[in-house]
């Protein structure tokens, strides 16, 4: 004697074509597409340029930026640029491990 299962209604099958995801009763095509493989490391470039360059042009504005009580900018600016540098190394270091 063999325990076969016994007849039932067949399991319901998911109507959601391939490649479709359905989410609060909508239906959204997932498009199959790679990811992109970004380390990160010329985000961070171009942020810590932004960042010293937006440094040099308020440097000779530094008396009226005091003036205005607006001296702030030209230290953030270098905060950005001084952090950016750190995280350049930190996402340089990350792309060799990998």
């Known amino acids: 004697m063999t ?3 016994a007849p039932g209604p067949a399991p319901a099958q998911d109507p959601t074509p391939p490649g479709h995801h359905e989410f609060r009763n909508r239906t959204y095509l997932v498009a199959d597409v790679a ?4 380390d990160g490391v ?7 340029a932004l960042f010293f360059l937006g440094f040099l042009a308020l440097l000779p504005f530094y008396g009226r930026l005091q003036d205005a009580d607006q001296g702030w900018w030209l230290w953030t600016c270098l905060t ?10 930190y996402v340089r270091r990350r792309r060799r491990s990998r």
Do not use: I, N
Not at 35 to 38: T, Y
Not at 42 to 48: I, K, L, Q, S
Not at 80 to 89: A, V
């Open 80 to 89: 950005g640029t001084g952090l950016g540098l750190l995280g350049l190394e």
């Open 35 to 38: 990811p992109l493989d970004v």
């Open 3 to 5: 325990d076969a299962p």
């Open 42 to 48: 010329r985000t961070v470039e171009v942020g810590t």
